[in-house]
């Protein structure tokens, strides 16, 4: 079964500071998302990667930074974290373009 | 930008009860997945659907995917309390940007015993 795992479940940061999520796949996936989940929006794509060091900005890339450095890691930054980025943030990877996307269990992540 | 409408946006039924929701994309699909998020918890793959005018069953759970590939639906008969979650779909578009899946908002379906 594909894990991918999410480094922390609930965050809780002050404005301004700079925020890390995790994320880590194991079955090798070339493609991986970060997602934020709010209610009544559903999910909205922040940034993807389809390759080691590689990134597409998504829907709502601004105040977002990501890394992929290796490929089973995907990192997702908040240069200067703000109240409004308070949300679930969610990974997701797949295997190839037209594969189902595995999720992470989440981040809640509140900005104070 | 591909929009993914999704109707309702909230569904309450008694159990026993049939449940439908329905997506509307703006443009075009090359396929359209499907996911169940259960309370608490991350979203996870149903099924996805790749021919115009294709159904497939899943038990009590049918997925339609329109003839002109830019609609789809999720029918359930007779409703558990198990079915409980939000439902989403999600679509790829069929030209350009293409690696992207763009979701609906998702159906709240909520079962009471």
């Known amino acids: 079964d594909v894990k991918v795992t999410q480094s922390s479940r609930y965050l809780v940061k002050r404005t301004g500071e700079k925020v890390f999520l995790e994320c880590v796949q194991d079955m090798d996936h070339e493609n991986m998302f970060w997602y934020r989940q709010d209610p009544g929006l559903g999910l909205r794509l922040i940034y993807f990667s389809y390759d080691v060091k590689m990134k597409e900005k998504g829907d709502i890339p601004e105040g977002y930074s990501v890394s992929r450095e290796k490929k089973e890691r995907f990192s997702l930054i908040l240069e200067s974290a703000s109240t409004n980025q308070t949300s679930m943030y969610l990974c997701?990877?797949?295997?190839?373009?037209?594969?189902?996307?595995?999720f992470g269990n989440g981040t809640r992540l509140t900005v104070t | 930008g591909q929009q993914v409408m999704q109707i309702p946006q909230y569904q309450h039924v008694q159990e026993g009860e049939d449940f439908t929701t329905y997506c509307n994309s703006s443009t075009t699909l090359s396929n359209i997945q499907w996911y169940k998020q259960r309370p608490g918890g991350h979203p996870v793959f149903l099924i996805q659907l790749v021919k115009s005018g294709e159904v497939k069953k899943q038990k009590r759970l049918t997925f339609q995917f329109g003839e002109a590939k830019k609609n789809s639906s999720l029918h359930i008969t007779a409703t558990q309390t198990t079915d409980v979650g939000t439902y989403f779909c999600a679509g790829r578009g069929s030209g350009g940007s293409n690696y992207k899946l763009t979701f609906g908002k998702g159906t709240l379906l909520t079962v009471n015993p």
């Open positions: 997701a990877s797949r295997e190839l373009d037209n594969s189902p996307l595995h």
